[in-house]
């Protein structure tokens, strides 16, 4: 891929939506936590937020790739990396999250 003004502004969307995604769940997890299990928490994250997190980046992906047929070169490639990466966000953010939450303690842990 070339470095261009399209692919940094794919990058840092990347990396503002995939945090954006994470810091929702992780806050949720943590709200649940001071009054659940570990497990509990991430089941009452993994329903809640979890499920709009998904509607989200399925919404916004989809606005995204539309972009993908338009004539200009640039917005297409733009487009289709976007609604991409925004799903592959949302998968990471689902998936690896929560094997990284449930293997490191939290300070509200120590609390109970």
Known sequence: ?????GTI???SIAIGAGIDYTIHYISRYKNELKRKSKIEAMKTTL?????AIVFN???VAAGV???GFSEIQMMAV???LIGSVMLLSVI???TLLPILL???KLKEEGKK
Not at 1 to 5: A, F, G, P, Q, V
Not at 47 to 51: L, P, Q
């Open 57 to 59: 980046s399925v919404s």
């Open 102 to 104: 449930n293997s490191i």
């Open 9 to 11: 502004m794919v990058a």
């Open 65 to 67: 790739f539309v972009l």
């Open 47 to 51: 329903t809640g937020t979890g499920r």
């Open 1 to 5: 891929i070339d470095l261009n003004i």
């Open 78 to 80: 733009f487009g289709k």
């Open 92 to 94: 990471y953010t689902l």
